[in-house]
């Protein structure tokens, strides 16, 4: 086993220091129950025949990169510079464990800390944590952090968040006995009046993600006003953070928590995960935040370095009174982050946005010239809604057997909702080019008309 | 002619004796090189990326253009390189030196792992693309959890939480449903005083209160304190246990069985956390024992690598009694393929008829990235290899303690040991020297420390896991190392040197009291 | 007059004039470490004996501070809010946490006296 260093020569030597038999015999002593193992598992295999087997089912797989790609919905695919890659896997960066050891682990941390300046900046908020699991267990968390603050149990969801992160906070939400309400689904636009005619004296927070998940963006000063009146708080979720390269930050806007899935720079589609929770709120809130937090302090020596702080908020010291039960963060997928904003900064994020919303804006503009496709957007960056002539989920279907892959029948995130069957969410980001969109708009005519 | 380029080139002898290095002037030390911050670096007018040229539409974005500096620095690709690179440097890791962190399970972590993961079928998929067109995905998916399945002897799995806290969540979540399904109000968790902090924060998170149980003079759970707490509670009272086996003391619950039949006589559930699966794979199966739920920490026992904290990946195994319960999504075979129910609310008939999802954990299929990784690993094991590999990791920490059990005592007393060692730091009373000093001079040694003060059952824990990955010379050198450090502490002759370590590191002991008395969380410009 | 009781959770409370000052105890502080935070009652919430009423933490460690008596808060220590060192430097003098009202004189009584708290300390060591 190409693995294990250990001869039989050692091993016996090993044994003798201890004074057993067999490996077998410590088993025993300890009180482990050796059972038969199960016999259907097979031998291990060489290198080689492993990547033959896995490389094959890779090669079943419909990879964005083989052909027209339109699908968004909370994922988006956008190149990652090589350098990104390459710079993750060093040994010291992939293979080291949470900084526990501060000395020996400044990498770390001051890329955390780095991190954290870059997040609260692209957010608008004063600060941001070392990073959740993802998008929608972040939007869980905070939530579950506007209770403790509010010391209320009711979160009011705009109807147009993506409905998995709804998902996440119901689930939360009823196995820890707390209150969910929600607002209508308003496909298109950018609606507020019922969300807000919903908040009252029992809300916690208001939930509003923006560009929502039709693609609608919002101006959230106007919600926030109406939550903070209530005393509650807004959290706003944002799933697609190269937008934040065009259009105002929610922090900026009023928000109280904002929390992003951070996938969209330096992360890969991966099936869904991993993926980087981005989570930011104002400095008040501090003690209150979920999720490992890096800070800056001084050596025995006076110099910069940094450390994990603000640690007995967590479940290793509080335990059963910790603000959440969260134990990791999603270090690596951080560190991919940092490196592919440091290397686009400022002046590339803007562009990249410009890009993504230029190549959305013509994609609409040429799906809108096909009879049976109406584009239900005013406003949005990188994604919109349309709503086609006859149910999306088939075609959708019948343009990936053409190999387009065109996007997200709305049907797939509502399965029980049929006014919305014939909505299709279409994502357009730097990848795209002119003849994807001309193979998509042909092939959407045929399949429609057929 | 004489030819004049000759030079020395051998090191001049020096009678000097220069005992302290001098600070130098670049504040670069040699190989190790002191790296400002990004923000101190980068500049707002610089990128490290070529965008392609957009073509000038009309603005849809609402009237909500960002008009602001937003305050990210950029570096080009020469600089970024050079600044994370530098900063790689002043990390220890598992490819450059031992990592004994006990209950972490630093291990080896394969690099075709790595490039299986990159494999554009894997990582350029996405999750709401058509299910037939990621068939690959779903097969590999399915395939991990057979192994998973086989492994424990349970009867399904919940692929989709994020890292081992998240699946902890999960399985209790399904505990949690199975009672309400049957309109039970049981709410009591027992939890033993050595498990780890998630655990009593994973059973108050879901509302459950939870009731400590002690643990014997050996280390263990006896079934009879259990019981008493069964008995002091009320039966009808009880939600379930939770039990790390190994237990964090590095001990197999040799009750385990007799625990996991007085919960089940209660009526409550039995979690098992799994985060020391490594030392059982292959060998001891779960199911077996009367577990309900377990969790798998993939990037421990399957090295789908820790990466400096992140990302991880939880799945999570449940019995028969708590399988309808399981979250959203999961595979469901068919003759057409493999489906992954995403809703139950979707009219499809073929969807399993006693399923009771308890609703879903995370937006899309969980940690597909990691579970590529898993399977690499586990492939290239085999069920031999995997015994091979948790006998081998057994027979390291068992090597440690024979090697050590003179020095150091164990709290709870000289006996055979899973995958780690616990030890405690009592006989270094009267030394002055701490667990946390031998640490630090254990890191000007080379290494990396043991985990210590967890767990919180003795005083100054050191938890020492080495894995299988070590070889006989590699640990020969961290017992020999450990057994000098200690005979100086006892010694008394070099407290100083312990209290000031470490030295050779590029900072010295951290001020972390200062830090969280007056947290800097971010970069302020000090012009501001 | 100050006559100063203590409770076997190392909370102390120091009565004078019928007000009492209520801060953790010197051993309470040495076995926390280096206090880096506390949260205070705000003014005027009524407590009952053994109510949470503030909460402590070092780098490593958290703990709960209860009242020992029953009554109201009059005034918490701002200064320690701002400064939590006050804590470890001073805990029974500037480094006290909050003062309130006494409603029930008799649960002084169930109280220990310097002597007894110090034996106290000493057996539970």
Redesign the interface.
């Known amino acids: 086993?190409?693995?294990?260093?250990?001869t039989d020569h050692?091993?016996r030597?090993?044994?003798d220091?201890?004074?057993?038999a067999s490996?077998?015999d410590?088993?025993e002593?300890?009180?482990?129950?050796?059972?038969q193992?199960?016999t259907?598992?097979?031998?291990?295999?060489s290198?080689m025949?492993?990547?033959q087997?896995?490389?094959?089912?890779?090669?079943?797989?419909?990879?964005?990169?083989?052909g027209a790609?339109f699908?968004g919905?909370?994922?988006y695919?956008h190149h990652v510079?090589a350098?990104v890659?390459h710079?993750?896997?060093?040994?010291?960066?992939?293979?080291?464990?949470?900084?526990?050891?501060?000395?020996?682990?400044?990498?770390?941390l001051?890329?955390l800390?780095?991190f954290?300046?870059?997040v609260?900046?692209?957010l608008g908020s004063?600060?941001?944590n070392?990073?959740l699991?993802?998008?929608?267990?972040g939007c869980g968390e905070a939530v579950?952090m506007a209770h403790r603050i509010t010391r209320r149990k009711k979160a009011l969801l705009s109807g147009n968040l993506?409905p998995?992160?709804a998902?996440?906070v119901?689930?939360l939400s009823?196995?820890?006995?707390f209150l969910v309400d929600q607002s209508e689904v308003v496909p298109g636009q950018?609606a507020t009046a019922d969300l807000i005619a919903k908040i009252d004296d029992e809300t916690s927070c208001v939930v509003v993600q923006t560009p929502d998940v039709f693609g609608?963006?919002?101006?959230l000063r106007e919600i926030a006003d109406a939550a903070q009146a209530k005393g509650a708080l807004l959290i706003a979720v944002v799933t697609e953070v190269v937008s934040?390269?065009?259009?105002?930050?929610p922090g900026?806007m009023g928000a109280d928590i904002v929390i992003a899935?951070g996938q969209s720079i330096g992360n890969?589609?991966?099936?869904?995960?991993?993926?980087l929770g981005l989570f930011a709120c104002r400095q008040k809130y501090?003690?209150q935040m979920p999720g490992?937090?890096?800070?800056?302090?001084?050596?025995?020596?006076g110099?910069r370095?940094?450390?994990l702080?603000?640690?007995?908020r967590?479940?290793?010291?509080?335990?059963?009174?910790?603000t959440?039960?969260?134990?990791?963060?999603?270090?690596?997928?951080c560190?991919a982050f940092s490196?592919h904003?440091?290397?686009?900064?400022?002046?590339?994020?803007?562009?990249?946005a410009?890009?993504n919303?230029?190549?959305a804006?013509?994609l609409?503009?040429a799906l809108s010239e096909i009879e049976g496709v109406e584009v239900l957007?005013?406003?949005?960056?990188n994604e919109f809604t349309v709503r086609l002539n006859k149910p999306a989920e088939p075609i959708?279907?019948r343009l990936?057997e053409k190999n387009i892959?065109a996007g997200?029948p709305a049907s797939?995130?509502w399965?029980?909702q049929k006014p919305l069957d014939n909505l299709l969410m279409l994502a357009a980001t730097?990848t795209v080019s002119d003849a994807h969109i001309e193979e998509l708009c042909t092939g959407l005519k045929e399949v429609l008309d057929a | 002619m004489l030819n004049n380029k000759g030079r020395v080139t051998r090191p001049q002898e020096s009678t000097e004796n220069l005992a302290e290095p001098q600070e130098s002037y670049s504040g670069h030390k040699g190989l190790l090189m002191n790296e400002p911050l990004l923000f101190e670096v980068g500049g707002l007018d610089k990128t490290g990326v070529d965008l392609p040229e957009y073509v000038e539409t009309e603005t849809l974005l609402g009237g909500l253009e960002r008009k602001d500096e937003i305050g990210l620095p950029g570096l080009s690709e020469p600089e970024a390189v050079r600044h994370y690179v530098r900063l790689s440097q002043q990390n220890y890791a598992i490819d450059s030196g031992f990592y004994p962190l006990g209950s972490c399970t630093m291990k080896h972590n394969p690099r075709l792992n790595e490039k299986m993961a990159r494999l554009p079928g894997f990582t350029d998929i996405h999750p709401l693309q058509p299910q037939s067109s990621v068939q690959g995905a779903l097969q590999l998916m399915d395939e991990l959890s057979h192994w998973l399945l086989e492994l424990t002897g349970m009867d399904s799995i919940a692929l989709s939480p994020k890292a081992g806290a998240h699946g902890e969540l999960c399985g209790m979540m399904a505990i949690k449903a199975a009672l309400e399904a049957a309109n039970s109000s049981r709410n009591i968790v027992l939890v033993p005083e050595s498990a780890h902090g998630t655990n009593p924060a994973t059973a108050a998170q879901l509302g459950f209160k939870v009731a400590s149980i002690p643990a014997d003079a050996d280390g263990t759970v006896r079934a009879s304190a259990v019981q008493t707490a069964i008995e002091e509670n009320g039966a009808e009272t009880i939600a379930g246990i939770m039990l790390t086996n190994p237990n964090t003391c590095g001990l197999f619950e040799r009750e385990i069985k007799a625990i996991a039949d007085a919960v089940h006589d209660a009526g409550g559930y039995f979690y098992c956390d799994g985060a020391n699966f490594n030392a059982i794979m292959g060998r001891v199966r779960p199911g077996d024992l009367g577990v309900d739920a377990m969790h798998f920490n993939l990037h421990k026992t399957f090295s789908t690598p820790h990466g400096g904290g992140g990302p991880g990946s939880g799945p999570v195994v449940l019995s028969e009694r708590l399988s309808a319960f399981a979250p959203l999504p999961f595979l469901q075979k068919s003759d057409d393929g493999l489906t992954l129910v995403e809703d139950l609310d979707d009219g499809e008939s073929d969807s399993p008829s006693d399923a009771q999802p308890f609703g879903r954990l995370t937006a899309f299929h969980g940690q597909m990235g990691m579970y590529v990784r898993a399977l690499s690993y586990i492939l290239s094991h085999g069920l031999d290899g995997l015994a091979q590999a948790s006998g081998d990791a057994v027979l390291n920490a068992n090597y440690i303690r024979t090697c050590l059990k003179d020095l150091l005592n164990q709290p709870f007393g000289d006996q055979a040991c899973m995958h780690e060692v616990l030890f405690d730091e009592s006989s270094l009373a009267d030394s002055g020297v701490t667990t946390l000093d031998i640490a630090k001079r254990l890191i000007d040694e080379g290494f990396h420390p043991m985990t210590i003060y967890f767990p919180l059952v003795c005083k100054g824990a050191m938890l020492i896991e080495p894995t299988e990955s070590e070889s006989q010379t590699s640990i020969d050198l961290f017992v020999e190392t450990l057994t000098s450090l200690i005979k100086e502490a006892l010694a008394g002759e070099n407290e100083e040197a312990f209290h000031q370590a470490p030295v050779h590191t590029p900072r010295r002991r951290l001020d972390e009291t200062a830090a969280a008395r007056k947290p800097i969380l971010r970069y302020e410009s000090s012009s501001d | 007059m100050t006559k100063t009781y203590y409770s076997p959770s190392h909370e102390y409370v120091s009565v004078e004039d019928g007000v009492a000052t209520i801060g953790i105890t010197t051993y309470a502080q040495s076995q926390l470490g280096d206090i880096v935070f506390v949260e205070l009652p705000e003014t005027g919430r009524g407590f009952k004996r053994g109510d949470e009423a503030a909460v402590v933490e070092s780098v490593k460690a958290a703990s709960e501070v209860y009242t020992p008596v029953t009554g109201e808060t009059t005034e918490m220590n701002e200064e320690l809010a701002a400064n939590p060192g006050l804590a470890n430097d001073d805990p029974e003098g500037q480094g006290w946490f909050f003062k309130q009202t006494i409603i029930q004189e008799d649960e002084l009584t169930k109280l220990m006296d310097r002597a007894q708290y110090d034996a106290f300390v000493k057996e539970n060591r």
Do not use: W
Request: aromatic share 8%; net charge negative; hydrophobic share 35%.
């Open positions: 086993m190409r693995y294990l260093p250990h050692t091993r030597a090993m044994l220091t201890i004074g057993v490996i077998d410590l088993f002593q300890a009180g482990a129950p050796l059972q193992p199960p259907s598992l097979p031998p291990h295999k290198e025949e492993v990547e087997h896995l490389s094959a089912l890779s090669g079943l797989n419909r990879a964005a990169g083989d790609f699908v919905c909370g994922a695919r510079p350098s890659d710079l993750i896997q060093r040994s010291e960066f992939l293979t080291s464990y949470t900084p526990y050891q501060p000395e020996i682990s400044q990498g770390t001051q890329y800390f780095e954290q300046t870059q609260a900046n692209l004063e600060i941001a070392a990073s699991y993802d998008g929608s267990t579950l993506h998995h992160y998902g996440v119901k689930t009823h196995m820890s006995s950018a609608s963006l919002y101006d934040l390269g065009a259009i105002q930050a900026d899935e890969g589609l991966n099936f869904g995960g991993p993926y501090v003690r490992r937090v890096c800070g800056e302090t001084i050596d025995a020596d110099k370095g940094f450390v702080t603000l640690s007995t967590e479940q290793h010291i509080r335990r059963e009174k910790a959440s039960n969260i134990c990791t963060n999603s270090g690596l997928c560190l490196i904003m440091t290397l686009l900064g400022e002046l590339g994020l803007k562009k990249l410009k890009l919303h230029s190549k804006v013509q609409s503009k957007n005013q406003s949005f960056f959708v279907e990936a892959l997200v797939r995130l399965p029980d730097e």
